[in-house]
């Protein structure tokens, strides 16, 4: 299952990301994950989430996120839910039919493995196309 979170920079996608962090982390059971850009939250996290800084394994592109989130769960079949903060940014990419395809693989990745994904996105919601609006 995937959850899309978007909305204009500085609009509190951010807080609200933290804030399904901290319900899940107290209702859930498994691993919780949150992939960010750059270490930001590393303060606001129950020791129960585990924080990824992209930045330190060179995610470079959509084909690398999907790779480096295959390997997590690999890794680690406790995962229950994975949270991204600003998706663009981790890829480095912003191109919109690269994101429908990804949002599209994630759901079709993690629908069988009932693994919930949140992904926030920074862009005004009246930009969104029909993919990301169907995960919204």
């Not at 691993?31 to 303060?43: A, G, H, L, T």
């Not at 996120?65 to 998706?87: E, K, P, T």
Request: glycine share 6%; with cysteine.
């Amino acid at each position: 299952m995937v959850r899309l979170i978007m909305s204009g920079s500085g609009e509190g996608k951010t807080k609200q990301l933290i804030e399904l962090m901290e319900n899940a982390a107290e209702h859930e059971v498994g691993c919780m994950v949150c992939i960010e850009p750059k270490r930001n939250m590393s303060f606001n996290l129950r020791h129960q989430t585990r924080l990824i800084d992209a930045s330190e394994f060179a995610i470079s592109s959509f084909e690398n996120l999907r790779g480096f989130i295959s390997g997590l769960y690999a890794g680690n079949y406790d995962i229950s839910h994975i949270f991204i903060d600003n998706l663009c940014k981790v890829a480095q990419n912003s191109d919109e039919r690269e994101i429908d395809s990804f949002l599209n693989w994630l759901d079709r990745f993690s629908s069988p493995l009932n693994l919930k994904v949140t992904v926030t996105i920074s862009a005004a919601t009246d930009t969104a196309t029909d993919t990301m609006r169907k995960y919204m």
